[in-house]
């Protein structure tokens, strides 16, 4: 009998079952670059140089069969099956540019069979004799945002020796991604598995399983991973600022921006607890660092905020459950879900929905002799979102950089550009008073303040010795054609909502209503409703509203 072929990682074994679910599941979990080179390109040693990628590393040239049983495993195919490269010549077209963005957005968005390997393409679009747009695509299941550093390294190495005539000067690879799948299905059962499960159990027990953020839309039934973002970044002033603040309080520049991220979403979501995933690249053995592979893991926040804490507070209580996280973060999130068994839905991610992603990867260099490489302006016009929200964020020289990614079945891009401004200016108020309370801390922006001051400017001089009634009978002598009501089909006048009023009035007198009187009013919202308010107060009583959607029992 041949060799038991290797199971899925844990991780794998979530995204296939989402591709076998949805394939547009499987068109969210695409990596897609591009890269302009101009100069002279070697057309033969680049593809040999991707060629000897796929068969360095064994995760790019496996194929995911599920068998019989309903297991599924990796078939790790030869490693001189190479890797097709498909080249298009579009010199010779009017607008060779507009034709590589319309290819470029085609390819990012064509899924991929998981059953059949590579899980790697490659297009060369060639504009010009010496401007050629390398398009690369992966399948997220194969790789992550730490494997596409890897790839860049090595492939700027394979070219740069096979364009010059030299073999290939990588090291071999200690172990491959298989081993580390293996690896994992043998330690789950263990004892140390068993400990960290303990933490996030413990961690999670009693945390809000949906973050109600107001959205534009109604969530739909079934998550349709349509999504878009929003790019800013921060000023270098408050980027030095954010930094100083964390270095005061013993804490990453990471933990200071999910504490202001945790406190932005709670306040929008008017919750007082949030759980924010954090992605990790879950690579912290050496043998691990030069591999292309999904490894990436989540981890998953819980940020308290019901005792209105300080900015230097809750960063105390991120510090303290980032590194906490820290300890315990082999446990693949895969099994964490498994383990707590949250509500499922199709509509939305269980446990967390919102994500905030730190960028410090590696994220590789390429440089390849005789090629003036530049970024490729062409990508995919319908981008995905695979959360709610995801905030990634990184350090752009003096700067902070980062996008807003977003949902776009539940967010209107104007809504994103408000909560991206709501949280600069969260962070610009957190570094001026770090003894303030978080949730007290101003969301607009001056400019926008003194706009909404001005136009709740709405004081009015009136008679502060006359009761509501009085100043509405006032009204009506004063007006008495103006329209005081209008409720569907109906619309009533200042003079006839004051008779109707009237009437309504002398029979609750009729019926012994008068001062320290209560009467129920138990109406939906309707213009007897409003009829039955303004006569109750002219008989001088007080009004009881009651619900109609109420229990009988409670209205009784």
Not at 255 to 281: H, N
């Amino acid at each position: 009998m041949g060799e038991e072929p290797p199971p899925l990682s844990f991780a794998q074994q979530r995204l296939w079952f989402l591709a076998q679910l949805d394939t547009r599941a499987s068109a969210a979990y695409l990596m897609a670059g591009s890269l302009r080179l101009q100069g002279r390109l070697d057309e033969a040693a680049l593809a040999r140089a991707l060629d000897r990628i796929v068969a360095r590393h064994e995760v790019l040239r496996t194929s995911l069969i599920q068998r019989p049983d309903g297991s599924v495993v990796q078939l790790i195919v030869a490693a001189d099956v190479g890797l097709p490269l498909r080249v298009l010549d579009l010199s010779a077209l009017p607008d060779p540019q507009a034709q590589a963005q319309r290819l470029a957005e085609e390819e990012a968005c064509t899924p991929f069979d998981l059953a059949q390997a590579p899980l790697i393409r490659a297009v060369l679009l060639k504009l010009a004799a010496q401007d050629h747009i390398l398009l690369l695509t992966m399948h997220h299941i194969a790789s992550d945002g730490w494997s596409m550093g890897v790839l860049v390294n090595e492939f700027s190495a394979l070219y740069a020796a096979f364009s010059t005539g030299l073999p290939d000067p990588l090291p071999a690879l200690p172990i491959q991604y298989a081993d580390f799948a293996a690896w994992q299905h043998r330690w789950i059962p263990g004892a140390l598995l068993q400990r960290q499960l303990e933490f996030w159990r413990a961690h999670l027990h009693g945390a809000p399983a949906l973050l109600e953020l107001p959205t534009d839309r109604p969530r739909p039934p079934v998550q349709d991973y349509a999504g878009a973002s929003l790019d800013f970044a921060l000023e270098p002033a408050l980027s030095a600022q954010l930094k100083a603040l964390a270095q005061r309080h013993g804490c990453t520049l990471f933990m200071t921006l999910l504490a202001a991220w945790a406190t932005l979403l709670a306040r929008l979501a008017g919750q007082s607890e949030v759980v924010i995933g954090s992605p990790t690249a879950n690579r912290h053995r050496a043998e691990l660092e030069p591999l292309i592979g999904f490894f990436v893991n989540t981890q998953a926040l819980r940020i308290d905020l019901s005792a209105r804490p300080s900015v230097a507070q809750l960063l105390a209580q991120v510090r303290a459950t980032a590194l906490a996280a820290q300890d315990h973060q082999d446990l693949p999130f895969e099994q964490l879900i498994e383990a707590l068994n949250p509500p499922r839905s199709l509509a939305h991610h269980p446990l967390l929905q919102v994500l905030l992603s730190w960028q410090n990867a590696p994220s590789g260099e390429f440089a390849l002799p005789g090629l003036q490489l530049l970024p490729a302006p062409i990508g995919a016009a319908a981008a995905s979102a695979k959360f709610d929200l995801e905030l990634s964020l990184h350090e752009q020289g003096e700067r902070i950089a980062g996008s807003l990614e977003y949902a776009c079945a539940l967010f209107e891009h104007a809504s994103i550009e408000r909560h991206a401004a709501q949280f600069v200016t969260l962070l610009q108020t957190m570094v001026e008073d770090d003894s303030a309370c978080v949730l007290r801390l101003p969301l607009l922006p001056e400019s926008e303040q003194a706009l909404l001051l001005a136009f709740n400017a709405t004081e009015a001089a009136f008679d502060t010795e006359l009761c509501i009634h009085q100043l509405f009978e006032q009204q009506a002598r004063l007006r008495p054609e103006a329209i005081a009501l209008v409720f569907e089909q109906e619309c009533l006048s200042y003079a006839e909502l004051n008779a109707r009023a009237n009437q309504l009035a002398h029979h609750l007198r009729n019926l012994g209503v008068g001062p320290d009187t209560r009467v129920a009013i138990c109406l939906p919202r309707s213009t007897e409703m409003v009829v039955a308010l303004l006569a109750t107060l002219k008989a001088g009583a007080a009004y009881v509203p009651l619900d109609p959607a109420y229990p009988a029992q409670r209205l009784a």
